[in-house]
């Protein structure tokens, strides 16, 4: 004979477990990281030519907007120099808050008043992309990779060591 109680207490527990692990991973900043699939926070990048890419980020309502663009930046200088060239250049680049867009079923309530009688009504409506702000933000960039000396007049141009070697303290702090 099972006893049912045991049996549920016993799986109680995992599921605990998971709720407190997920509400965890809900309230830290996104860490720098690849991101798996799509609407995943953290980087991405996509190759638009033989030197050229587009890299973005985005981060959870936790993560800082400066943050976003560091960790955007950090990318660029990685990739730069794990495809072995010298330098890169910014030739666009953009922060926007992150939208929610959804479809949707909404319940509505409402009082109605008028010169025949008093109501009270019950509704249910369809909510067809529903735009609402959300505390997200994406970084994006066109990184344009080259070899040579680096042009230290252009302002839009990086050296990925130096990039890597400054933010590292903002990407991986210490502790």
Do not use: K
Not at 73 to 80: I, S
Request: aromatic letters at 14%; charged letters at 15%.
């Amino acid at each position: 004979m099972v006893h049912w109680q045991g049996f549920a207490r016993g799986l109680a527990w995992p599921g605990v477990c998971l709720a407190l692990l997920l509400l965890v991973a809900c309230t830290t900043p996104t860490p720098y990281q690849p991101a798996d699939l799509p609407g995943d926070f953290g980087y991405r990048e996509q190759r638009v030519g033989d030197n050229r890419f587009r890299v973005s980020f985005l981060g959870n309502d936790l993560t800082p907007p400066e943050t976003v663009d560091s960790y955007l930046l950090y990318r660029a200088a990685e990739l730069t120099r794990q495809l072995g060239y010298d330098y890169f250049v910014i030739t666009a680049r953009g922060l926007v808050p992150a939208v929610d867009r959804r479809f949707g079923v909404y319940p509505s309530v409402g009082y109605f008043g008028g010169y025949s009688g008093d109501g009270f009504g019950v509704g249910i409506g369809v909510g067809t992309g529903v735009v609402r702000p959300v505390g997200e933000y994406r970084a994006m960039a066109d990184v344009l990779m080259l070899n040579g000396p680096f042009p230290g007049n252009d302002r839009s141009a990086y050296d990925p060591e130096a990039v890597l070697r400054y933010l590292q303290p903002v990407v991986a702090p210490p502790g």
